[in-house]
Antibody, heavy 121, light 110 residues
């Protein structure tokens, strides 16, 4: 079973760029048609999909975040990454990465443990 | 306001059967597979049901999913205290070109 681990700064200043990486162990992302996705959860609230990246290079982003989001992959490091620009306090959330399934695009399994990113000056 | 609509809460007593609904539209549940996740307190979501009614290995058969038209349901039979968690439905939305989640249902075992 693959395991995923998010890494990156836990504190980001307003207007700056949030950057997180998702390292995958126990399997190569290059064998997958769908590499992975990012999902976030503001404290005490529900889940919000951020975006998904495919081996083809295609990426799909939440329309409400699309202008600020970039998801990329580095197969040599067996990881995929998230960049969210111009952050505000509303972007404070637990950020999860998860591997995706090309046959069912809402199926994410497994998930990383999540990392709380706080946007504050 | 979530694209998929779930009741905010549900409850039941041990051994009981409970059902959680998820209402969508023709652009998501009506045309795409539904996925259900379970989130225990303080943990990451876990895949519970995919492709409307398929269970990953390790998920007890007490959990079952179904879909009819633009609505889906998650049923939990033989309710146990450890089932107390938040449950989320999800589906791809062809109009939004992205994944949409329900707002989540907090299940309390009385």
């Amino acid at each position: 079973q693959e395991q995923l681990q998010e890494s990156g700064p836990r504190l980001v200043r307003p207007s700056e760029t949030l950057s997180l990486a998702c390292s995958v162990s126990g399997g190569s992302i290059n064998t997958r048609t769908c590499y992975g996705g990012w999902i976030r959860q503001p404290p005490g609230k529900g889940l919000e999909w951020i975006g998904t990246i495919f081996r083809s290079g295609n990426t799909y982003y939440n329309p409400s975040l699309k202008s600020r989001v970039t998801i990329s992959a580095d197969t040599s490091k067996n990881q995929f990454s998230l960049k969210l620009s111009s952050v505000t306090a509303a972007d404070t959330a637990i950020y999860y990465c998860a591997t995706c399934d090309s046959t069912s695009w809402s199926k994410f399994d497994p998930w990383g443990q999540g990392t709380l990113v706080t946007v504050s000056s | 306001q979530s694209v998929l609509t779930q009741p905010p809460s549900a409850s039941g007593t041990p051994g009981q059967r409970v059902t959680i609904s998820c209402s969508g539209s023709s652009s998501n549940i009506g045309s795409r597979a539904v996925t259900w996740y379970q989130q225990l307190p303080g943990t990451a979501p876990k895949l519970l049901v995919y492709s409307n009614n398929q269970r990953p290995s390790g998920v007890p058969d007490r959990f079952s999913g179904s879909k009819s038209g633009s609505s889906a349901s998650l049923a939990i039979s033989g309710l146990q205290s450890e089932d107390e968690a938040d449950y989320y439905c999800a589906a791809w939305d062809d109009s939004l070109n992205g994944v949409v989640f329900g707002g989540g249902t907090k299940l309390t075992v009385l």
